[in-house]
């Protein structure tokens, strides 16, 4: 195969030159997946292409599709969080009668289980005050998120969640509850009441779920 030969994709046969290759992906045996039906797969960051064959392929996209499926039409939202007190910043969707939750932030379409969370945490990120600057955030009212330390100021606060092993192949979401820009105090207020509320979610959900298995 010389360098200028057009490769064209193993799933829709669309034919790819170099600029369109770049987006997409080498599968095993020389087989081409186009940028398209790359965004179709799972949304898991670590897939080795290069070592999967075009029905593993296949099957990754099926996955996808059926989930995002579900997503479309099975999933209704009952429960929102957000930390949009200051700003539109949405964080998760919740359906309570399916235990699913979308990733609000990213708006992809994506449905995961809550029973996929195995732990859960704020992470704050802090910068030394400007000489003369002045900050008075009050995160009394949240004893289990991280202090801000004195002569310090938040700059970004995330929700991270860890997942188990589940169909979508994704370990880790990191869902950003302040803007990128020079947040101000009620942004991360806000940041942080989102962030309590999910706990607060999170512990009702496990407490209950523990009574009914009779723990
Ligand atoms: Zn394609």
Redesign the pocket.
Known sequence: MGLFDKKS?A????SVGLLGGLSGENLAGGAY??G??RKKCIPAGDLNFSAMTVDTAKTLIAVAEANKKKGASEFHATRQFSSGMYADMPALDVDEGHGWFMNAAKKDGWVYALDDIYTFCLDVTTAPLAEGENYSLNLHPYPQLPVCPSGQKVIDAKLKLWLLDNELGVDILEISLIPAFSPSEEHVQSAYACAQDFYSFMKSRRMAQKQRSGR
């Open positions: 994709c799933f829709c046969g669309a997946m186009c398209d039906c």
